[in-house]
Structures are given as structure tokens and as C-alpha cells.
């Protein structure tokens, strides 16, 4: 039997569209839109997601976005052309982005939609374009330097100090008493995005008290309400399940307990200590475990960085946050009622990852089995890096499995890393020891589970001149399979 996926037969999908393949089942998309728009209507407060398109880009797929009445994040003027040829309605358009072009202001103002300036040096960009086109343009203005530890991979951390986005918050109430500087603008509230795969509610509870904090001052500055707090996406994806994520952990420290005092070449088994062939990260690397900047000393009981599995992942995040509480004019409040004392702002968030992450899976040819240089497991693929992403924006570590014979097992699973098939040795599709059900033989097809958000697009190239992968998308009951 072959592993069916949103109903189909995988191989007959790769017999047909050829590999490596990315496909996207569009009925899981419109679920997790819906799920993140009934968490509003359940804790009683007025919201909108917006996907935000940058996860995955297909006109076919925001269209989902639309179809289902949610809004779009974009962070460009061609996202934007995407996200109105998809039929998302410029009343529900998030316009984002540092370093804007003209073109991309000219468009946003003339059609009305809401604009995160990056930084007050926008607001003057804005206000110009603006007054040009003899309109008040709404804007949201966008915040940094928060102090949130390390809640998630440097690279796609947005809110810290050391970011090139947003105003830091700390200079806001000083710059909210010279609004009236921007005649043309309407500041209508504030944004915050923390960053991606944020696994914890701690880090959005932060903010949201600090932008409420913000959003009070603003009544008694402007006069009036913030219209608008949108708190960005960062909604996460469990790759692995908790029991895999925490058995990684206990195996890094076990790797490096038993390897480290052993520098030299590993011992061999008959010494009864760690083969290489039982290492269970790429060059030992200790994943999130990391030296203390202080000592030097590795911090063995945090995992510092991105996370590949939360206990609330996706619209369960939001639910979260939406029944917690936040620090409030000195005073620990519930979210709902904080809400009311602020005039109730319409909140945005804008989900990518927890919207199309789950929705896709990438499939790819083995193409050999081997151990490499070092005695390590490898299973190398006919899909490079590039088109399946990198340590950006994507995490290493993900679930996979084989599309064909999936009732063939053997008595144990076979672990091993995996690379891909371009030039350089930076072509490892993982860094972590993953499972197959089998040991894999040339000709399977291999299967990475969850690759929805960013992984098939973000980095998409052509390196060694291979073509992109097609990637299709399945609608079963509204016009079956089709390649986007
Ligand atoms: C402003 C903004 N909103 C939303 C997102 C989406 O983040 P995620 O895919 O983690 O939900 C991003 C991602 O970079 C972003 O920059």
C-alpha cells in the first residue's frame, strides 16, 4: 500500500507530477483559516487573521484566505498584487515590510489599506505619498525592543533590540504626543510580530500587556480608542510530537556526556561507548543547548532558540492568550476585560506558518544509502536544500517517512541524517538523526512531513541548474488536483 495524502495515492501523484514534489491539501488550509476565526467568536472579542502570504505565496492559496473571509499580511508590492489578484478586498489588507519601495506606498495608500509603518522615519514617507494623493492614509505603527530572552531562532526573532524592524517601544509615548506632525496620517493603533514559531504563550502575553499599556496612553493623548492592535503571526507548528522532541534532548546530552571526554575519533563499540553510527546530531552539534555567554559552559537545562514541538500549537496559541492574563496598570487582569478597558480594538494576527505548515508535505526520490566519510547513516535525496528550505526561516528538524510499501516495517527503525544533491556540503536536509520505518533503498520515496510554510518557496532556486519541484495543490470536491 502507498500513503495516501488528502485522500490520494502519493506514488500515483509522484508517477504523475514527478520529484521531488511538494503537495498542499487546500481543505487543511481552510480549516486552520476557520479555526483561528472561531477562537475570536469563542473568547468574545472582535478579531481578524490575516494570512500572511510570505508562508506561501500561490495566487491559489490565498485564495483560500479569501474564500474563507480572512485578510492577508503582505510584505511587498508583488505579494500584494498576489494577494489582490487572489480576491483578498483592500479593506483587510495588512501592508508590511522595512525598507518600502515608492511604487508599493503609492499603491497602499491609493487603494486605502492599512499600512505597519516600520518606524517613524516611514510615518514621513507616508505622510508625503499621502498628502500627494489628497488622503488620509491608516497606519499602525510597528514596535521593537522588547525584552523577551530567546524565544525563538535568532533569524527570524522581530522584536528584540538588536532587529531592524519596528520603533522601539520605548520611544513611543514621547512620539505619540507629536502625532499631529503626520496631518495626513491616521494612526489608528500599534503591531507587534514577535517572530516565527513561537512556542510559548509567555512572550505574546508580554507584549500584548505592553501594547495595552501603550493603547491606554494613546486615549488620553489622542483623545480617542486605538482602533486596532495586531500582534503579527509567529503561531507555531509542532513538527515532532512532544515524546520525540523530548527523547532529542535527552540524546544531545547523552551524546555529549558520552563523546566529549573522548575528542579523538570515537571509540569502537567493542568498548562499549558511543559509536559514531549512534551520534544523534550532525558534527554533535548540541541543537538549542548553548554556551552560557558568561562561562562559556554549555546550558544543559535550556534549549535556547527555535523549538520544533509546542503544546499549543497553531489557533491553541491564540486561545491561550486570549484566556490569559496580562500585567495591566501594575495589576495581573484577564485579556477580556483589559480589552474592554481599552475600547475594545479590533486585534489582527497574522498567521502563516500555523495556517499552511501542516497543510503540506514534500515528497523526493532516494537516491542512495550510505555511510559518509565519519561512519554516519546518510540517505541522500534527489531534492537540494534550496527547495526545501533553510535554518532561516525553516526548522531542521521535521518528521518523515516513506510514501511507497508503508506497510513494509523493519523490526526497528532505521536513523540516519539526510542530504540532498547539490554541490556543497551545507546540502543536509537534516542535521538530526530521523527515522524511516525501513532502511530506506534507492528508488523509495521519501517523505517530509509538514513542509507547508516557507520550506518549498521561501529559498526556491535553481542552484546546479535543476528545475523548481512542481507543487500541487489538492482540493478534493472544488476542482480536484492542480499544479500551481
Ligand atoms: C509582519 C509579519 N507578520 C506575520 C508573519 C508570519 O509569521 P508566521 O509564519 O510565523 O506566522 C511574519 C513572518 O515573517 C511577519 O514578518
New binding site residues.
Partial sequence: MNLPWAGIDTVKLAGRFGLPLHLYDARRITDNLQAFQSVFQEAGIRGQACY?V??CGFPEIIGLAARAGTGA?V?SEYELAAALEAGITPEKLVI?GNAKSAAYFRQAVKLGALI?ANHHTELDRIEAEAAGQRKTAPVLLRLSGFDLGSVTAKG?F?AGHWCKFGEPVARVPALLSHIRQWPHIDLIGF?V?I???ITEVEPYLKVMGEMAELAWLYREIVGRPVGVLDL????PVSYVDGRTWKSLQIKIRRQAREIHPHPGPPPSRGRGITLRSEYVTWERMTGGFRPDPETGKIDWQHWSGEKFYSADPQEKLLARLLNGKVLFQGKVERVTKVWEWIGHPRLIV?????IVGDAGITLARVVDVYPAAGGQPLVTLDLGIVNHGTGLVEPDLYSWTLANDVDRKDRLPFRAFVAGRLCFSGDLLSRYRISFPRKPAPGDIAVIEKTG??APTFFASRANGFPLPATVLISKGQGGIKMI
Avoid at 497574522?350 to 500555523?354: C, F, I
Fill in positions: 500572511a510570505k508562508a499580511d510584505a508590511h505597519a527570524i522581530t503591531h510580530h517572530g516565527s514559531q503579527g503571526g509567529g503561531f497574522e498567521p502563516g506558518r500555523a510554510a516557507y
